[in-house]
């Protein structure tokens, strides 16, 4: 059973950084693609950033140069450096593996994910 636990959540105000990473167990992580998605109150869970296997990354259009996904593989770690945050950015975030269909849409697809995290907070104060 493959477990993902998320840290790095709090609260910052706009304008602001924070550092989210993603330790994942077993032995595999390096041959999987991750993905972090979010959940603000009532709305649908969505995508926010990707990387494949050999490090391929994917954003949703809101984050693009603001947010960097990232991955260490020794220590079978996933990050999600976000900065310039705004209060749209207010969610849960959450981290997710993906057996490895690195295809724009495929990575994109919350469907497409096999195992979460619990997620962890974020709250950016305007």
């Known amino acids: 059973q493959v477990r993902l636990v998320e840290s790095g959540g709090g609260l910052v105000q706009a304008g602001g950084s924070l550092r989210l990473s993603c330790a994942s167990s077993?032995?595999?992580?390096?041959?999987?693609?991750m993905g972090w998605f979010r959940q603000a109150p009532g709305k649908e869970r969505e995508f926010v950033a990707a990387?494949?296997?050999?490090?391929?990354?994917f954003y949703e259009d809101s984050v693009k140069g603001r947010f960097t996904i990232s991955r260490d593989n020794a220590q079978n770690t996933l990050y999600l450096q976000m900065n310039s945050l705004k209060p749209e950015d207010t969610a849960v975030y959450s981290c997710?593996?993906?057996?490895?269909?690195?295809?724009?849409?495929?990575?994109?697809?919350?469907?497409?994910?096999?195992?979460w995290g619990q997620g962890t907070q974020v709250t950016v104060s305007s």
């Open positions: 997710a593996r993906q057996p490895n269909v690195a295809t724009d849409f495929a990575v994109r697809s919350r469907n497409s994910y096999t195992y």
């Open positions: 990387i494949s296997w050999n490090s391929l990354t």
């Open positions: 077993g032995r595999t992580f390096s041959s999987y693609t």
